[in-house]
C-alpha cells in the first residue's frame, strides 16, 4: 500500500533552515508527480509546492517562493522540501502527498520562534 513518511522537521529560530525529506514506498515513484501542504493551527491545509514526475517543473505558494525549494530523487523514491529564512508564519505541520490519490502521511511539524 501507499505509503508516506515525511522527517526533518523541527525547532528553529528566524531565519534558520530545514531539509524536509518524504520516503514514498507502494506505488511507482518515478511516475508520480508529488507536493508538499502544511497545515498551521487552527487553519486549512495548504499547498506549498508542487514537483513533476521527473522534476523539471515546480509551482510554489507565492508565501513561500524563492525561500523553499522542492526536489526529488527517483533513484531514492524521495522527495524534499528545502526551506530557508524561515518565519514564525511557516511554523505548521508539512505533509507530502501524490497529486493523484488521497492518501497522507503522518506530516512532520515545523516551529519557527520569533
Known amino acids: 500500500q501507499v505509503q508516506l513518511v515525511e522527517s526533518g522537521g523541527g525547532l528553529v529560530h528566524t531565519g534558520g533552515s530545514l531539509r524536509l525529506s518524504c520516503a514514498a514506498s507502494?506505488?511507482?515513484?518515478?511516475?508520480?508527480?508529488m507536493r508538499w501542504y502544511r497545515q498551521a493551527p487552527g487553519k486549512e491545509r495548504e499547498l506549498v509546492a508542487t514537483?513533476?514526475?521527473?522534476?523539471?517543473?515546480?509551482n510554489y505558494a507565492r508565501s513561500v517562493m524563492g525561500r523553499f525549494t522542492i526536489s526529488r530523487d527517483n533513484t531514492k523514491n524521495t522527495v524534499y522540501l528545502q526551506m530557508n529564512s524561515l518565519k514564525p508564519e511557516d511554523t505548521a505541520v508539512y505533509y507530502c502527498?501524490?497529486?493523484?490519490?488521497?492518501?497522507w502521511g503522518q506530516g512532520t511539524q515545523v516551529t519557527v520562534s520569533s
Open positions: 507502494g506505488f511507482t515513484f518515478s511516475n508520480a508527480a
Open positions: 514537483i513533476s514526475s521527473a522534476g523539471r517543473d515546480t
Open positions: 502527498k501524490k497529486v493523484v490519490g488521497s492518501f
